[in-house]
């Protein structure tokens, strides 16, 4: 029998996003408000269907919405550290992206009572820095690369890319890297986004959106016999009515399908218990 593991992940934001952008605007500041009634609908659903889920928090959405991460710690979530500000740590350097990681677990284990054991990087972006930060915090595992989609894998360090030569691979760490990738999230999908630097048209119709998300755990299915697949949302974003019907749809789809529904943290258990000496993609 096949063990198909599915991990609903949010990055809750709210404003945080918005403000690290310097989108301030009252209109923008209302858009990361929005994420208040979304949490409402998701935790709604998420309880109903009794599904546990992650959700990564900057400490900014912390401080500023407290009620509204109270509920997702009371609904019995995993939260993770996704910094404090949103700032991207490339542009922080190692001082500045230690203090964001310090900061965002302070906020949240003032929160939970427990230091989080999951990171995923602001906007998906790690430092050259960020991987070993991660493990001198003893995190478990980050979320924020790309290099598988259903199998989880070992974080490496200290590779060394450079245009005219071969590509110099770091050795593989203890950090669990549980992969992610833009097709499955859904801001790409949905946000319109207007600033100076770019436009982001967003606003796609849901119904077919959620056919590729759905046909994604079927291949999984099809090919896999062991496999974690992970969604990205946003409340803000995944919390309109109309992709709320969505999203409820596609969990009843996935659910019939086979699919088990885990934190994040109870994956990579789960793919410890698979790979006990881990997956590398060195030397592929």
């Not at 407290?66 to 001082?95: D, M, Y």
């Not at 939970?112 to 960020?130: D, F, V």
């Not at 291949?219 to 016999?225: F, G, I, L, S, V």
Request: charged content about 20%; aromatic content about 10%; overall charge negative.
């Amino acid at each position: 029998m096949a063990d198909l593991f599915v991990c609903l992940s949010f990055d809750h934001d709210n404003a945080a996003a918005g403000i690290a952008r310097n989108m301030v605007s009252a209109t923008a500041v209302s858009r990361g408000d929005f994420g208040i009634t979304g949490v409402r609908r998701i935790l709604a659903l998420l309880a109903e269907q009794r599904i546990p889920s992650t959700w990564f928090v900057p400490g900014h959405t912390i401080e500023s919405y407290p009620s509204c991460v109270q509920a997702v710690h009371a609904g019995g979530h995993e939260i993770g550290n996704h910094g404090w500000t949103h700032r991207n740590p490339v542009a922080l350097g190692p001082t500045g992206e230690a203090e964001e990681l310090i900061s965002g677990s302070m906020a949240i284990e003032a929160l939970t009572g427990r230091k989080p054991r999951g990171y995923r990087a602001p906007g998906w972006e790690l430092s050259p820095y960020s991987v070993d930060l991660l493990l001198e915090a003893d995190f478990l595992y980050d979320s924020s690369m790309m290099g598988q989609d259903y199998i989880p894998y070992q974080a490496r360090t200290g590779d060394r890319t450079t245009l005219l030569e071969p590509m110099e691979f770091g050795p593989d760490t203890a950090l669990v890297e549980m992969p992610i990738h833009w097709s499955l999230n859904d801001l790409p999908h949905f946000e319109h986004l207007r600033s100076e630097a770019a436009i982001l048209p967003g606003l796609m119709n849901a119904r077919m959106v959620v056919e590729n998300w759905i046909d994604e755990f079927h291949y999984m299915k099809k090919h896999y016999d062991w496999g974690v697949l992970t969604y990205t949302f946003h409340p803000h974003v995944i919390g309109r009515g109309h992709r709320m019907l969505m999203l409820e749809h596609m969990l009843e789809v996935l659910r019939r399908e086979g699919a088990t529904f885990l934190t994040l943290e109870d994956a990579v258990a789960e793919y410890r218990r698979k790979f006990p000496d881990g997956v590398s993609l060195r030397g592929q």
